[in-house]
Nanobody
């Protein structure tokens, strides 16, 4: 099993920045991708960013590309989501997830159903 612990959510003004952290523990050899997803009230959960933990390749949704950066620290088994130039539409509950994906293009790496381990979620609120 894999356990995920998230932190870093909060409230910021539009144009501000936040960094989310996700630390994985347990049987992580059974996973090769870590991703960030978000869900706003009344909307479906959507993929934001994902990283291949083995080679470091990253994937981003069009809505955050150029503003968000996903990185990893292998010594800490932790993934970070740096969010810059935040907009009110970025307001959502953000979830960290881990899974096993083979031959993943962006559309697959950002699909929630391909992840089977999830964190508790952390709220991000961006005011105008």
């Amino acid at each position: 099993q894999v356990q995920l612990v998230e932190s870093g959510g909060g409230s910021v003004q539009a144009g501000g920045s936040l960094t989310l952290s996700c630390t994985a523990s347990g049987s992580t050899r059974g996973t090769n991708f870590m991703g960030w997803f978000r869900q706003a009230p009344g909307k479906e959960r959507e993929g934001v960013a994902a990283i291949n933990s083995g080679n470091g390749w990253t994937y981003y949704s069009d809505s955050v590309k150029g503003r968000f950066t996903l990185s990893q620290d292998n010594t800490k088994n932790t993934a970070y989501l740096r969010m810059n130039s935040l907009k009110p539409e970025d307001t959502a509950m953000y979830y960290c997830a881990a899974g096993w994906i083979i031959g993943a293009p962006a559309v697959v790496a950002l699909r929630p159903m391909n992840y089977n381990y999830w964190g508790q979620g952390t709220q991000v609120t961006v005011s105008s």
